[in-house]
């Protein structure tokens, strides 16, 4: 399966090259958990978006799904 | 008293005089300070169906008890009177030093009454205060004012003044303090320029007084600790790019409003977001009064098309002049920006004004002879000129300077302007954020999110998330929010530290913080109930000004293409904002009408009967 992943901001050190939008192909039945450990990604103080909308951690992804991370903001 | 000064300055412009009175205990503990004071004070001596622009308005500057005692952020002040672009009462806050210095004069409050015949400013140094001539400072923009004045007051004062905008009454003219910090909204700075009052000017001398100085210490201790333990490894967003640094949740939430508020995403953000004004334009941060978090930024722009130097912009700034009118190029926006604070302007009002021009000029409504020149979606060039127009109402300027609500009024399309009470929105689009929806149809001012915020839990996840997309439940933590709000405004803290900081960890964000500053600070003994009942009591004291103005639930609304066209991009797509749905839900919770008007039972449980 296939699913795309977007890094910004302060989580682009995360990427595992130089870019920090790619496709990744995983597994049938992956958690959001799996992906992040895949990476090396903490637990807490950013935020994770799938197709713009936040989801559990255990969570899995479908075809084609955009997951988006970015660290913790607020303020206006 | 303590925390507390004691005293009000009674100015009266017409005469001249400058009168001291006392601050009543029960009335300080009653309504806090700052935004409660204020709207008690605007009660007592505003027909709520008088004139913005009239000499019996008053325009009171009030500080909170914790205004300038060290707690946290607590450096603001409020500016409450009638506002000339809603015609509801207006309570709009700032930061930096001028607030902290104000209240070291010896004064909680200035309420300014009357109208001067000719230009003056108010000096006040350490507790006397004077009207001196100010016809040599007219015309001149906030920076040369300023820095004029502290040549002849202080070179330690600190100066709260108007800009050209203000003198033209320009209906979002600002109050600018310490040159870059804005009371921004609702024209209060037009309300300044028609009493004639260009500044107002500060001196003070020692330290607030504290009731219990041991507890306020101890308190202030550990909260400060838990902040650094919190971002030692993970500093806050906000001190890393600013408030800009949002641009990049509201673009991935698909809320980012864009083109007039068509839509929720911009192609473009990329180029406008917070790590992009760090990365091009910040020289350095700067932090209001005993702020740890430091979220200003002074900023340089060196491309000679929009060259300059200054602070900002913030996040509200780079969507209304950025993602709204599809604009691109954040030199330009940071120009735009220096220019309102310059001349004395609301950022989010001149930016949704130009978006709003832009799609009538798109729309074949607007001529472009009207306008003077071509006006198309992202054009850089033209917010710069128009802005700058706009603040001297030069050309078509003097039509932007009504703001969007009669611009698109004038032109038989009112239904295009962004706005509730005639006020435009902050950056948050409702189809994609319904509680956020719901806060700016209620919210006193019109379009605001300082009224509470309920981006915190609906986009930040503070103190815990809620989903964006749904409506069922929002009307009671909206309530809890907007009392919150109430309580932070008038003790003089920020919203930024007093959110995450010093409220319960719950969506009922009940103030326990802000109790024990309060309490260490007055000795006033606040209960948690007390302190909770005084922010709705604040809230009803405003609601009871609107509804004497004649305003009502079809006054709590929000524009059509939000509450019936289907958001057509990102996350929302599909989305409305359930504004109905909702309000029958808050006006239940309030102990309000359906008709939005607060119930006998609960004035008189609050005191307001």
Known sequence: ?????????????????????FELIIESGASLKDILRLFSIPEKGYVFLV??????????????????LFPEISGG | MYGW??????????????????????????????????????????????????????????????????????????????????????????????????????????????????????????????????????GKDTHQTTDLLLTETHSKAKVACIGPAGEKQVLFASIMNDKHRAAGRSGVGAVMGSKNLKAVVVRGKGRIPLADSDRFKAFNKKILDTFKDDTRDTPLGLTVNGTAGVVTATQ????????????????????????????????????????????????????????????????????AMGSNCMIDDLAAITKANYICNELGMDTITMGATIACAMELVERGYLPEDQVGRSLNWGDAEALVELTRMTGNREGFGDQLAEGSYRLADRYGHPELAPVSKKQEFPGYEPRGSQAMGLAYATSPIGGSHMRGDPAYFELFSVPKPMDPHQWEGKAKVTKAFQDLSAIIDSAGLCIFFAVRNLAAKDLGVA??????????????????????????????????????????RKDDSLPDRLTQTPAPTGPAKGCVCHLDNMLDDYYQVRGWTQNGVPRNALLDQLGLL
């Not at chain 1, 399966?1 to 977007?6: E, L, P, V």
């Not at chain 2, 009674?10 to 300070?33: F, H, M, N, W």
């Not at chain 2, 929720?264 to 209001?288: M, P, Y």
């Not at chain 2, 006033?524 to 609601?543: F, H, K, S, V």
């Open chain 1, 1 to 21: 399966m296939h699913i795309n992943i977007k890094l910004y901001g302060a989580m682009k050190k995360y990427a595992p090259g130089d870019t920090t939008q």
């Open chain 1, 51 to 68: 197709n713009g909308r936040r989801i559990d951690k255990t969570s899995c992804f479908n075809e084609g799904d955009t997951l988006v």
């Open chain 2, 5 to 138: 000064m004691g005293k009000i300055l009674r100015v009266d412009l017409t005469t001249g005089a400058c009168i001291e009175c006392a601050l009543d205990p029960s009335v300080a503990k009653d309504y806090i300070g700052g935004r409660g004071l204020g709207i008690h004070l605007l009660n007592q001596e505003m027909d709520p169906n008088g004139d913005a622009f009239s000499p019996e308005n008053p325009m009171i500057m009030a500080t909170g008890p914790l205004t300038g005692t060290g707690a946290p952020t607590g450096a603001r002040y409020m500016v409450m009177t009638k506002s000339p672009l809603t015609g509801a009462v207006t309570c709009s806050n700032s930061g930096g030093m001028f607030p902290t210095e104000f209240k070291r004069t010896g004064f909680d409050a200035i309420m300014f009454k009357g109208a001067s015949k000719s230009p003056v400013y108010l000096w006040i140094d350490q507790g006397k205060a004077e009207l001196r001539p100010a016809d040599h400072l007219w």
């Open chain 2, 252 to 319: 991935n939430f698909g809320v980012l409003p864009t083109k007039n508020w068509q839509q929720g995403t911009f192609d473009g953000w990329e180029k406008i977001d917070g790590g992009q004004l760090t990365k091009r334009f910040l020289k350095k941060n700067s932090a209001c009064y005993g702020c740890p978090i430091g979220c200003g930024r002074l900023t340089k722009v060196d491309d000679p098309r929009f060259a300059g130097e200054g602070e900002g912009p913030e996040y509200e700034t780079v969507y």
């Open chain 2, 511 to 552: 103030p326990t913080g802000i109790l024990e500053y309060l309490n260490a600070a007055t000795g006033a003994d606040y209960t948690l109930e007390e302190l909770m009942q005084a922010g709705e009591r604040i809230i009803n004291a405003e609601r009871l000004f609107l509804t004497k103005a004649g305003f009502t």
